[in-house]
T-cell receptor
Framework: LAKTTQPISMDSYEGQEVNITCSHN???????ITWYQQFPSQGPRFIIQ???TKVTNEVASLFIPADRKSSTLSLPRVSLSDTAVYYC??????????????FGTGTQLKVEL | DAGVIQSPRHEVTEMGQEVTLRCKPI?????LFWYRQTMMRGLELLIY????????DSGMPEDRFSAKMPNASFSTLKIQPSEPRDSAVYFC??????????????FGAGTRLSVL
């Protein structure tokens, strides 16, 4: 599985847009990118996944350049409740995959007033 | 659906005792996963099942750890005997094998285990 590298921590203020970039230089053709969020004392929660270009849902946007060696999770107008650890994962396979998830250290996002 | 349900939420035991953690996956999900999270090692996959059959247990740290899934709605992770280094948060997750959510794992709230 491709190794991922993301910042250990980020700080932001309420109402700001937060972009967390993850590098995955060794991503394979059939791999796709998935982001999870984890609040203290809770299990990780799926946020978004994508293969290329841009994906948007009600929570976030995911930008993936053409070479797919990196991806950026964008959180619009964050609030205090977005304070959490965000994990970038490269998941093997496009169909029925996603069994052996490898969680790295994640990015601790702290949002302040 | 109530989501993945784990019990107990907290467990404190003494070294050498047997510990059993329980998990009820989301109804209809074909895959069940057990993870362990510690500050030092992060979140690690221990074992996963497909249709109640263990598929990959390469993450199970030692023979002291065992997991079973007697039916589609229940799984246990047992540690016997427990040791202080087993102290961690243990998560259970499940996912379906079809549909739009087939690549998404849904996690429970975890069991915080403290072995004294």
């Amino acid at each position: 599985l491709a190794k991922t590298t993301q910042p250990i921590s980020m700080d932001s203020y309420e109402g700001q847009e937060v972009n967390i970039t993850c590098s995955h230089n060794n991503i394979a053709t059939n791999d796709y990118i998935t982001w999870y969020q984890q609040f203290p004392s809770q299990g990780p929660r799926f946020i978004i996944q994508g293969y290329k270009t841009k994906v948007t849902n009600e929570v976030a946007s995911l930008f993936i350049p053409a070479d797919r060696k990196s991806s950026t999770l964008s959180l619009p107008r964050v609030s205090l409740s977005d304070t959490a650890v965000y994990y970038c994962l490269v998941v093997k396979g496009l169909t029925g995959g996603g069994n052996k998830l490898t969680f790295g250290t994640g990015t601790q996002l702290k949002v302040e007033l | 659906d109530a989501g993945v349900i784990q019990s107990p939420r907290h467990e404190v035991t003494e070294m050498g005792q047997e510990v059993t953690l329980r998990c009820k996956p989301i109804s209809g999900h074909d895959y069940l996963f057990w993870y362990r999270q510690t500050m030092m090692r992060g979140l690690e996959l221990l074992i996963y099942f497909n249709n109640n059959v263990p598929i990959d247990d390469s993450g199970m740290p030692e023979d002291r750890f065992s997991a079973k899934m007697p039916n589609a709605s229940f799984s246990t992770l047992k540690i016997q005997p427990s040791e202080p280094r087993d102290s961690a948060v243990y998560f259970c997750a499940s996912r379906p094998d079809r549909g739009r959510a087939k690549n998404i794992q849904y996690f429970g709230a975890g069991t915080r285990l403290s072995v004294l």
